[in-house]
């Protein structure tokens, strides 16, 4: 049986609108790709009386159904941090320190001069956690992370609130503990990117139309990005899930695709092409997710950061009176760009991204969002793809970003670009 599954976030900078929960819908995202659904998000400041409240009424719910609690902050070292006391509250137990927690936070001190004496007690607080449970080791930070047993096929999961802790405890160490605690027998899935189309069209124009003949045995989601959509079904049924896709292909045959990001890094290297970049409204922001990956130094040979029209003219040797003829912001600049780009670095693939990204800089024949992207292939043919993206500037220089790396997945693919 699926446990009924809430998550928590705690931390009064959370409940002052002062930060922002981003752990909460990426923890979702994360389970419903594992098979879970999750049933509701809950908000709590830091205070112990309101945090124990919340658990007790779903400790006592676990006597009734199997609950899956994941609950993130609080395990620092401040007065503040309460989830370990609460914890130990609700259950009646004692703690301990873990060892090997504490090794590696003598150590982080040692690394930055300090000794042992100079750990003051309370930092030390973060290597805590209650006696028998399942202790989630952190390999970012010090706070460890744990699981608890609250009721029958029920558990409490206490990861710290810092995103980069949060996600690495998440994947590494939660992950396999809930497969082994709440198995999903025979459960399928499969994942398609659809881009540049949004959530609702998608739904109108595919799930509506195909709701009773793949959906009443099969699950679906969708998961909105910048550029692109995460489209997400699930069943039992693997020739059911095969259809859908068989489906979704043949009516999207231009826009679909699989994980670029990942498909890019692993075909760049296995052809073992070469590949550079020159940026303008996106700011580095291309090269970045081309270098994210470990081992993308055998692909990715570097590129040229041209914001201004002086740089484009220095450094890829286009002409000032060309750039004026044109505008910076034109297919013809685009095209010029990746050529230069080419030429200068010699790589197999050249990229070129110009554009306004605004909130200022448009006009009625080149709005905010215009951007025009370049791609020359191995074999030497420049296309330049002219796109207007909508949101802000940052969603803007993200669109573009990702959308490049889409057409270099299309070319790759031997696709129409």
Known sequence: ????????????????????????????????E???????????????????????????????????VIMTGGLGPTEDDYTLETVLKLTGKTSYSVEKAKLRLVKIYEARGKEYKDILPNVFRQTFVPEGCKTLDNSVGIAVGFIENIGENSYLVCMPGVPSEMTEMFK???????????????????????????????????????????????????????????????????????TIISRLESQYPKIISDDVFQFVHEQLLK????????????????????????????????????????????????????????????????????DGLCQKTGTDYGISITGIAGPLGGSDTKPVGTVFIGIKDPIGKTIVHHYVFPGNRESIRENASNTALFLIYQSLKGKDV
């Open 271 to 338: 052809e073992k092409y070469t590949i550079s970049v020159v940026e303008s409204c996106t700011g580095g922001l291309l090269g970045k997710k081309l270098t994210e990956q470990a081992g993308s130094s055998a692909y990715f040979m570097g590129g040229f950061l041209t914001y201004s029209n002086e740089l484009k003219s220095k450094l890829l040797e286009i002409p000032i009176e060309t750039i004026e003829t044109y505008g910076a912001v034109s297919d013809e600049i685009a095209r010029v760009m990746v």
């Open 34 to 68: 594992l098979g879970w659904k999750v049933k509701k998000f809950v908000t709590l400041p830091d205070d112990p009386n309101l945090i124990f409240s919340e658990l007790q009424s779903l400790q006592n719910l676990s006597k009734e159904i199997p609950v899956l």
């Open 1 to 32: 049986m699926s446990p009924y599954i809430v998550i928590i976030s705690t931390g009064s900078e959370l409940t002052a609108g002062r930060s922002v929960d981003t752990n909460s819908g990426w923890i979702s995202n994360q389970l419903f």
């Open 172 to 242: 590494r160490r939660l992950v396999p503990e809930l497969k082994k605690l709440y198995p999903r027998e025979n459960l399928l899935q499969k994942t398609k990117w659809l881009w540049n189309i949004g959530e609702s069209l998608f739904q109108n124009d595919f799930i509506e139309p195909n709701r009773n003949e793949f959906f009443k045995d099969a699950e679906w989601g969708v998961t909105a990005n910048r550029g692109y959509i995460k489209c997400i079904f699930q069943s039992t049924n693997e020739e059911l899930l095969t």
